[in-house]
């Protein structure tokens, strides 16, 4: 604040002295005003210059804490996903954008209430976040699709060599060693199908407020889902044939005399698609 009069004057003088013009026709008093308010504003600018860089430095440090505490946990939530991908994989991906994005602005904003933020910056705050949030499933799915092999021969390792129950298998001399062995390679082809595309919903639906349609558009979803998983099945019928029930007349050609070997060898030697007809080329992530 600029100091009053009484405060310019030194020992034993008045302010009627520092109030007589002098020869340029300024007081003493006025002179002592214009630089003592010029300083005034100079340091008060230079203090709000610094409080703000300090408290966008803090801001900046708090919001990336937030960020690194959100990729830990979205990431591990996407990695076991993807290990075992079920088959409604995209749908359970779209849901945890929406939650993991709600949970994560609210952090955020806890973190930032300290600095009192207008709504402008909560607001921008929020968009950053969400952003981070799809970016971060985004990167965890594209790195999956590079290491699909890997999860095709753990998909097929996990069906052929264990039971419905999840235990190990034991082989007996009644089992029907074929026909498991195709159940595996069509569970390893499916999770090549389900991260052949991303299938991730648009921002706007993964930032939607849950609604009294919430219900409605979870059918939606999950039928959405049932006719993707059909429309995979129907693409590695295919490839492999579907294991049937009385695969146990086979031979060890596995033609079992039935006559279809012809049919098999056409099956078997169908040539993998090139290119994903009617898919956004930036959502396919294996070519």
Do not use: Y
């Not at 950053?128 to 949030?133: D, E, W």
């Not at 060890?252 to 049919?263: E, L, S």
């Not at 098999?264 to 007809?277: D, I, K, L, N």
């Amino acid at each position: 604040a600029v100091p009053d009069d009484e405060a310019l004057l030194r020992p034993g003088q008045s302010l009627e002295v520092l109030q007589e013009p002098s020869d340029d026709g300024q007081s003493e008093l006025s002179t002592w005003r214009a630089v003592t308010t010029h300083l005034s504003e100079k340091f008060e600018k230079d203090v709000a210059r610094c409080v703000a860089d300090e408290r966008k430095t803090r801001v900046a440090d708090a919001t990336r804490t937030c960020e690194r505490t959100m990729e830990r946990a979205v990431g591990s939530q996407v990695t076991g996903l993807i290990e075992d991908p079920p088959a409604d994989l995209w749908e359970r991906l779209d849901n945890m954008i929406a939650t993991s994005t709600r949970r994560h602005c609210k952090s955020l904003h806890d973190a930032l209430a300290g600095f009192e933020p207008g709504a402008e910056e909560k607001t921008a705050s929020s968009s950053a976040m969400a952003t981070r949030v799809r970016e971060t499933v985004e990167g965890k799915t594209r790195d999956a699709a590079e290491k699909v092999v890997e999860l095709m021969k753990t998909a097929f390792a996990r069906v052929f060599s264990k039971d419905s129950r999840g235990l190990p298998r034991t082989w007996k001399a009644s089992d029907d060693v074929a026909a498991a062995n195709r159940r595996a390679q069509r569970e390893a082809v499916r999770v090549l199908g389900l991260l052949a595309v991303s299938r991730l919903g648009t921002a706007g639906e993964d930032q939607a407020t849950p609604s009294k349609g919430a219900g409605v558009n979870t059918k939606d979803k999950e039928e959405h889902a049932r006719n993707r998983q059909d429309a995979i099945d129907d693409a590695l019928a295919t490839f492999i044939r579907e294991p049937e029930d009385d695969d146990d007349d086979e031979g060890p050609g596995g033609d079992g005399g039935g006559g279809d070997g012809t049919q098999r060898t056409a099956q078997q030697v169908a040539p993998f698609p090139s290119e994903w007809a009617g898919e956004d080329d930036d959502a396919v992530m294996l070519t």
